[in-house]
T-cell receptor
């Protein structure tokens, strides 16, 4: 399966600023996804990062708050904008091995964000 | 709506003891089911998956899970727990249609292992 590198692994940010998280994959992948894991909660899909087009956002997530780039088949970034303490979470990049009906997802180690 | 319930937030077992982590799902069609493990500071690692066929699936690290459609369950088991199994375990169901990346995760069960 693919190997995923995420940067930064953790960061502490001030309210109102933005943080950009990078996701690098060691092979070309069609499907890349961004998940959020809030403290004590399960993972929630933020969006699908589409190469060459805008990301597809899940209900409750908007592009202005979570802009995503996908310049090629091995790299994506997620920006969390206008940070508030509620954005303190672990953000995980994942890629899919496509099988009919479902993806088997491989995850990066995550980026732990703390907003003060 | 699809959902996954892991009724146990935290479980402690002694090293060498058997383990069962519970998972119940709600999904109208044939589910695709997964168990992932997350060690501290690590990403999620796939333990095993069920798509179809034999309802008892074997995974890595000595884990297995059994799909029971009548009970809407996909419980994870291990006959003898090792200290290195201490981690958080997540059950997930794939919704299939729409976004292919949309796994619905349970809230996780944290496993502690006593020496």
């Amino acid at each position: 399966s693919a190997v995923i590198s995420q940067k930064p692994s953790r960061d502490i940010c001030q309210r109102g600023t933005s943080l950009t998280i990078q996701c690098q994959v060691d092979s070309q992948v069609t499907m890349m996804f961004w998940y959020r894991q809030q403290p004590g909660q399960s993972l929630t899909l933020i969006a699908t990062a589409n190469q060459g087009s805008e990301a597809t956002y899940e209900s409750g997530f908007v592009i202005d708050k979570f802009p995503i780039s996908r310049p090629n088949l091995t790299f994506s970034t997620l920006t969390v904008s206008n940070l508030s303490p509620e954005d303190s979470s672990i953000y995980l990049c994942s890629v899919g091995d496509r099988v009919p009906g479902a993806n088997v997802l491989t995850f990066g180690a995550g980026s732990r964000l703390t907003v003060l | 709506a699809q959902s996954v319930t892991q009724p146990d937030i935290h479980i402690t077992v002694s090293e060498g003891a058997s383990l069962e982590l519970r998972c119940n799902y709600s999904y109208g069609a044939t589910p695709y089911l997964f168990w992932y493990v997350q060690s501290p500071g690590q990403g999620l690692q796939l333990l095993l998956k069920y798509f179809s066929g034999d309802t008892l699936v074997q995974g890595i690290k000595g884990f297995e899970a059994e799909f029971k459609r009548s009970q809407s369950s996909f419980n994870l088991r291990k006959p003898s727990v090792h200290w290195s199994d201490a981690a958080e375990y997540f059950c997930a169901v794939a919704t299939g249609g729409g976004s292919q990346g949309n796994l619905i995760f349970g809230k996780g069960t944290k496993l502690s292992v006593k020496p």
